[in-house]
Antibody
Framework: EVQLLESGGDLIQPGGSLRVSCAAS????????MSWVRQAPGRGLEWVSL????????YYADSVKGRFIMSRDNSKNMVFLQMNSLRAEDTAVYYC??????????WGQGTLVTVSS | DIQMTQSPSSLSASIGDRVTITCRAS??????LAWFQQKPGNAPKRLIY???TLQSGVPSRFSGSGSGTEFTLTISSLQPEDFATYYC?????????FGQGTKLDMK
């Protein structure tokens, strides 16, 4: 069974940093690019970042470029999103999503990040 | 960046109705488009990929069409479980972009 399990969501003050993680199982993780997608409360879906299967290429939405860093550890079947200089508008549920030729095959259940003082 | 304009933003319909949702890309994206359904409190679920290929296990009343810049998702005969929010996603180029969403509710 395919599983994507996010963790690390928390309440964090504006300007702070947080790292969220995603543990993958049940599929050939090494073959897949991976993405993070977020959804602010009551709002639509926003694509945040993508990393290639080898980790040598990473892309970001303009809204997070320069503040967020996506990485992966293929030896542990994990992806990470390091979020720095957090703002209130970064408050959202963050989903880990399988990507590649046909993105969105698999989604995690999401982890909630709340940026508030 | 490629912009995706989805319409309508909301739609009221009845059981058995035929429903069509449209996404327009700001530049050509071939058929690099997927459609997702999301119900409250749940992660999105992919319905269609490559613009017109039905995801395994998705009812055949859902269909997708289009290529280039104009795409449609059609539900041929609306069922009670179809009331949800629908999104398109272009993956022709990064940054990927979603449409704004269409909330489908009961008339």
């Amino acid at each position: 069974e395919v599983q994507l399990l996010e963790s690390g969501g928390d309440l964090i003050q504006p300007g702070g940093s947080l790292r969220v993680s995603c543990a993958a199982s049940g599929f050939s993780f090494l073959v897949y690019a991976m993405s993070w997608v977020r959804q602010a409360p009551g709002r639509g879906l926003e694509w945040v970042s993508l990393i290639s299967n080898s980790g040598d290429r990473v892309y970001y939405a303009d809204s997070v470029k320069g503040r967020f860093i996506m990485s992966r550890d293929n030896s542990k079947n994990m992806v990470f999103l390091q979020m720095n200089s957090l703002r209130a508008e970064d408050t959202a549920v963050y989903y880990c999503v399988s990507d590649g030729l046909h993105p969105g095959t698999n989604w995690g259940q999401g982890t909630l990040v709340t940026v508030s003082s | 960046d490629i912009q995706m304009t989805q319409s309508p933003s909301s739609l009221s319909a009845s059981i058995g109705d035929r429903v069509t949702i449209t996404c327009r890309a700001s530049q050509g994206i071939r058929n690099d488009l997927a459609w997702f359904q999301q119900k409250p409190g749940n992660a999105p679920k992919r319905l269609i990929y490559a613009a017109s290929t039905l995801q395994s296990g998705v009812p055949s009343r859902f269909s997708g069409s289009g290529s280039g810049t104009e795409f449609t998702l059609t539900i041929s005969s609306l069922q009670p479980e179809d009331f949800a929010t629908y999104y398109c996603l272009q993956h022709h180029r990064s940054p990927r972009t979603f449409g704004q969403g269409t909330k489908l509710d009961m008339k």
